[in-house]
């Protein structure tokens, strides 16, 4: 396995962040990419209500983000300080306990959908017209979603274990084989929202399959490891996984934010506007997550040099990568900002017609939709600065 030959304790913060950035942003670009593109073929394959028909499922998908996120970045952010104070054992023993609790706590999330889904498409938004669509991208979807919390968190660990560059490709190939299923199930085979459903699910769970290889045959450092089973062992294991998360629970705020952002957007362009309205509203849901991606992006690649050194207890270098984070997360904003203003059409052109009902609207809301982009993107990067140094009431504020 290629290393990225990162060392926390040596390098100076502009090189370490710059080693992480660029991996790191495009493999959170591509993991984004892996939902547009389902869009993009839903819409010129299937249309506005295959669009919309996915955007009711996007709650769901955000809640398990935010679960992965949550329990991902409390992870590192653990294990990152044990590792400045040389405790290697039990950092594998925080990694290891976090991806089985995220493992057991997403395996009952989706078996509760799977044997309720019509009622969950229902409590969703759903109309009647959408309802079979909803269902043959609910059923197929679900199960894809283990695979996906195996990769969020461990993308977190092997980003310290310095690898970004197989974090990146984690990510990038999921997204490339998307792509090409998507064509295939969608148009040759025209399986329409179905065949999107089955396509994003291979390429979410070799994504995942990925990650956890690394971790179990490849990691340098950061190797899972058997776990006791004992009521003690069991305790501890509760009290971390419950610190870990109280450190990532402003990643899991944020989530719930854009999961209620779309459930109650569904709600309310469904009811004045129907199913076009929920379907222009569907091609901005798509690209809601790239905001979310650029800024944790930025987030992830300060966090281990920040946490490390807040460990380590210096403070210079933790001021350095904060200056360094802001500063990039501005750049990235006022960029994304500039594009949804400038090129509305061009954007939504991607997914659907712009002459169409659900494109005209669409394209007459995405430039006062793209000015939250750079609030949006520095607020998510100032989250994981506030995670890194453990001020969790901070990063939830």
């Known amino acids: 396995m290629n290393r990225d030959a990162i060392d926390f304790e040596k390098e100076s913060v502009f090189t370490l962040f710059r080693k992480l950035l660029i991996p790191t942003l495009l493999g959170s670009t591509a993991l984004s990419a892996v939902s547009a593109i389902d869009g993009i073929f839903v819409g010129h394959g299937v249309g ?22 949550m329990i991902g970045a409390g992870c590192s952010v653990v294990s990152s300080i044990h590792l400045s104070h040389k405790k290697v054992k039990v950092a594998r023993i925080n990694v290891s306990q976090a991806l089985l609790a995220a493992s057991l706590l997403s395996s009952l999330l989706i078996a509760a959908t799977l044997v309720f889904p019509e009622a969950t498409a229902r409590m969703l938004g759903s109309s009647d017209t959408l309802m079979p669509k909803v269902l043959d991208y609910l059923k197929w979807i679900m199960p894809a979603f283990l695979f996906e919390m195996w990769s969020l968190i461990g993308l977190f660990i092997i980003r310290l274990d310095g690898a970004p560059k197989y974090a990146m490709w984690c990510n990038m190939i999921p997204a490339l084989m998307n792509v090409v299923l998507d064509w295939l199930f969608i148009f040759p085979l ?19 399959l990925m990650t956890l290889a690394y971790l179990l045959f490849f990691a340098r450092t950061m190797r899972l490891i058997s776990l006791k089973i004992s009521p003690t062992s069991i305790r501890l294991w509760l009290r971390n996984i419950g610190y870990q998360c109280s450190i990532g629970s ?11 952002f779309m459930f109650v957007g569904n709600w309310q362009f469904m009811k004045y506007l129907g199913d076009t309205g929920v379907g222009a509203f569907g ?24 946490s490390y050194n807040h460990g380590a207890e210096r403070l210079s270098k933790v001021i350095e990568a904060r200056s360094l984070l802001l500063k990039t997360a501005i750049c990235f904003g006022v960029f994304v900002s500039a594009l949804f203003i400038a090129f509305p059409k061009g954007l939504v052109g991607l997914f659907v017609d712009v002459q169409s009902p659900a494109g005209v609207l669409a394209a007459d809301g995405f430039p006062l939709f793209g000015i939250g982009a750079l609030f949006y993107i520095v607020n998510i990067a100032l ?15």
């Open 48 to 69: 506005a209500d295959g669009v919309a028909a996915v955007n009711i499922v996007a709650p769901i998908y955000q809640v398990m983000a935010g679960i992965g996120f």
């Open 383 to 397: 989250i994981g600065y506030y995670q890194s140094i453990e001020k969790v009431r901070k990063s939830t504020v």
């Open 250 to 260: 402003s990643s899991l705020l944020g989530e719930l934010i854009m999961a209620v």
């Open 190 to 208: 025209g399986m329409g929202v179905k065949g999107a459903a089955i396509a994003t699910a291979i390429s979410i769970a070799t994504g995942g």
């Open 283 to 306: 091609i901005a849901c798509y690209y809601a997550p790239f905001f979310f991606m650029i800024g944790n992006a930025i987030a992830q690649s300060a966090q281990p040099i920040i």
